[in-house]
Every structure is written in C-alpha cells, then in structure tokens.
C-alpha cells in the first residue's frame, strides 16, 4: 500500500523551474569612479580643486563623523542631465567633488562608422540638442576637407545664420535654467518665450525645431524659404528690447547678485589647464573664440566684438552669455544684410543629388539620387579635423577616412565634457546651497558628455 504524502510549505519552495536558477554573483568594477577613502596625492588634488591653486589644505584634524558623502544625481532635476555628483562634505561646506559621467551613453561615434558620409548628420546633430546646427556644421566641414571642395558663398552664409541664431536660442535656454536653478523663476517663462521664435525660423527652413539635418557636407539641404528675411527681422527687432528687460531684472538684483557673485569661481590659470573653452572659458577673462583665431564659413567677414569676464564666477558666466546673444544677433544682421545669391550647395554630381524637378524627368537622375542616398559617396583615404566655436565651446569632429563611403573612425571634442573638468575647482570650499547655481552657470549637456 503506497503511503500518502501530505505537502507543506518547505516542498512547495524547493520546487525550481529549470533554468530559473540565480546567476553567480560576478562582481565588476562600476564605482570605481567613486570618491574613495585613500586617493592618490594627485587624484586628490583634483577633487579638492587644488591641482591649480592651493586655496584649500585638506584638514586631518577633522574628526571623520564631521565628514559625509552625500550624491547628488543622476536623477536630480536641477543636474541639467543625468549627471552624478559625490559631494564630500564638512557641514554644509564642500570639501571634494567628483562628477561622475556615463549614464547616458547613447554610442553616437560608434554609431557613425555604420552610417554613409551623407547620413552623418542625422547622428550628430543629436549630440548636442540645444545646438544641433553647430554638431552638423563641424561634422560637415570634417568631410568638406576630407573631399576638399568649398561650399558656395551662400551656403557659407546660411550656415553662419542659422548657427548664430541657434548660438542665441541656447543661451536663452542657459539664462532661463540659470535663473529657476537661483529662485528666478520668471527667467525660466522668459528665455523660454524667446526661443521660441527662433525655432519657429527654424521648423519653417529645415522642417524640425531640434536634431534638423539641415546642414550636410556640401552645403544645406535646402534654401532658406520665401519671406525669411521678415522672419530674421522681426527676431532682431523684438531679442534686444526682451534682453534688456533681462537686465532690469537681474542685473542690479541683490538677491541674484548674492547668489552669483564671488560663487563657483574658476580662475584663468586653472580654465586653460583644464581645457575649459567657450563662455566659461572667457568669463575667466581669457580672450579666446574659435570664430576669432581659427576663422570658419567666412565668419571672418563680420564684425563683433569677444565678451570676457574678470572673475570668473557665476555671475560673469551669466553676463558673457548675455552679451554674447547681444553680438549674435549683430552677426546675424549683417549676414541678412549681404546674403549672396546663387547655389546652395555645391556643383559635384558625386556629392550632390539632383534636383527634385530632374528625378520626374529622367530615369539617369533617379537612379543618381537613389544610389547617393542608399550607398552614398566616397572619400579619399585620409584623416582630419574641423572645429567649430559652440554655445558651450570648442566642438570639433575628428575624421578618419579608407576611402569607403563610411567613416573608419570618428571623435567628437565635446566641449560640455571638458568643461565638466572644472567643477571640482568652482565648487571647492563653496557651500552646499551654491551647487546648483555652479552647475547652471557652466551650462553642460550631457548628450554633449556621453556620447
């Protein structure tokens, strides 16, 4: 007679389904990154924002129970991204600092090597998305080089004005997140009703607000559309009158001053040792600009002045921005003013696709246009690189070329990346309540980070 067995609880638990087994723990080495509690002298160094200037010795008569680790990020709103920030703390004042990056890798450079030469820009103009036209413009003239041809003056020109106007609406961006981050509030629905008049011009030229393709190597996709030049000039007559009003608002404000000046300073010394570029670069009082030394699409034609600051702080971090916006929009206006006429886009039937009226025409062009955009066109074997004078700096575009219609090897010199290098130094010895106006005043990108 065959036993009856009565289950329990411990029979159901021991029952597993095949393959449902619990992996070997494999440790790996994320939080290596991390501040540790024995650093190289170095390292060390670099966390306290002294590698520069010994403004601060570290104090080992600080018992440990007065010290604290705290993060900040990557999910906090006010990090401009998903940055991750371990802040060392005695009291509410920073001791060490040490950005932590890589939560948002997107692997856009890898990506490149599997696209055409003509489907570049679509990539990169993602990178940065509050300067998209900038991405494409340092993509494009990497490959214009490569080939070694020249855009049409005019193409030079729409490529000039559409990148100053997106140079415009991204610091209104930086001045409207600056202000909210602070407490000015009414910054935020400023900069914001600003911008959007320029990405109004820009979905009526390229057919996108953000990530617009527009600028290719060999020229634009498209010329500007009829009635831009009223567009142009209702934007440069109302930007002045709204930035004015930013100065009344700011300027003078002792709360805003309270809060910006002598906060989050970076000398010149310790700006160019790091390779800071762009307004917080200048803001340090080093008179740098791509657009002055390494002149690009006939930049050089155009008069305007270079803003610098003297302390480096957030508040001349704020005014660079402020005054830069200010000699933009003097460039657009002249750009307007002498816009040439002719081709915009260059005459090489291997680079460029034929008319849209020819493909209804002729079979020769159908099959041309469609071979461009599936297979793409060819480049010497070569390398090279082509920068261009960011909203946040320095962006370059490094280009490796076997003469395939792909790219062997591509690198961007995300400026946003090096200019994350300095906040250990502005956020040395400063207090807690002070972080998030360093922060903005830096204006980083972290699409421009983890690339």
């Given amino acids: 007679m065959t036993e009856e067995r009565t289950w329990g609880a411990r029979d159901t638990l021991d029952l597993w389904v095949a393959g449902t087994e619990e992996p070997e723990f494999q440790p790996t080495d994320e939080g290596a990154q991390e501040i540790g509690a024995v650093e190289s002298e170095a390292r060390l160094r670099e966390q306290l924002g002294t590698a520069i200037g010994d403004d601060y010795m570290f104090d080992d008569e600080v018992a440990d129970e007065e010290r604290s680790i705290v993060n900040m990020g990557p999910q906090h709103p006010s990090t401009h991204g998903v940055l991750r920030l371990q802040l060392e703390l005695e009291g509410e004042v920073i001791r060490r600092t040490r950005p932590i990056i890589g939560y948002l890798h997107t692997g856009m450079e890898k990506t490149a090597e599997q ?5 570049g820009p679509t990539n990169v103009t993602r990178m940065d998305y509050l300067a998209p036209l900038h991405c494409e413009l340092a993509y494009s003239l990497a490959v214009e080089r490569l080939l070694g041809i020249e855009v049409p003056p005019r193409a030079q020109a729409i490529r000039l004005l559409t990148t100053e106007l997106n140079r415009v609406s991204s610091h209104l961006v930086a001045l409207a997140t600056n202000g909210m981050d ?9 900069g914001f009703r600003e911008r959007e008049s320029i990405l109004a011009f820009f979905e009526k030229t390229t057919g996108l607000r953000m990530n617009h393709n527009y600028i290719r190597p060999g020229g634009v996709a498209a010329d500007l559309p009829p009635g831009w030049k009223d567009d142009v000039a209702a934007i440069l007559e109302e930007m002045p009158r709204r930035l004015a009003q930013y100065d009344d608002l700011l300027k003078d404000n002792p709360i805003w001053l309270a809060r910006t000046r002598g906060v989050g300073i970076i000398t010149a010394e310790e700006a160019v040792a790091y390779g800071l570029t762009g307004p917080n670069l200048r803001a340090s009082g080093v008179d740098w600009d791509l657009r002055k030394a390494f002149p690009y699409s006939g930049i050089d034609q155009y008069e305007f002045e270079v803003p610098l600051g003297e302390q480096g702080d957030v508040y001349d971090r704020y005014r660079v921005k402020v005054e830069e916006i200010v000699e933009s929009l003097k460039i657009v206006e002249q750009v307007m003013d002498a816009m040439p ?4 886009r260059v005459d090489d039937q ?11 025409e002729s079979m020769e062009a159908l099959i041309h246009h469609f071979k461009l955009f599936t297979e793409g066109f060819k480049v010497p074997p070569g390398e090279t690189y082509a920068a261009v004078e960011s909203p946040r700096g320095e962006l ?8 395939e219609a792909r790219p062997y090897r591509m690198h961007t010199r ?3 990346f090096y200019n994350l290098q300095g906040l250990p130094i502005a956020m040395a010895d400063s207090m807690v309540a002070d972080t998030i106006a360093t922060i903005a005043s830096m204006d980083p990108v972290m699409g421009d980070v983890d690339r």
């Fill in 182 to 190: 602070v407490g000015a509030l009414s910054m935020m629905i400023y």
């Fill in 115 to 119: 696209l055409t030469f003509s489907q």
């Fill in 341 to 344: 006429k002719g081709d915009w």
């Fill in 396 to 403: 370059g575009c490094y280009l490796v070329s076997d003469g």
């Fill in 414 to 416: 995300a400026p946003s």
């Fill in 350 to 360: 291997k680079i460029t696709p034929p008319p849209r009226r020819r493909i209804d």
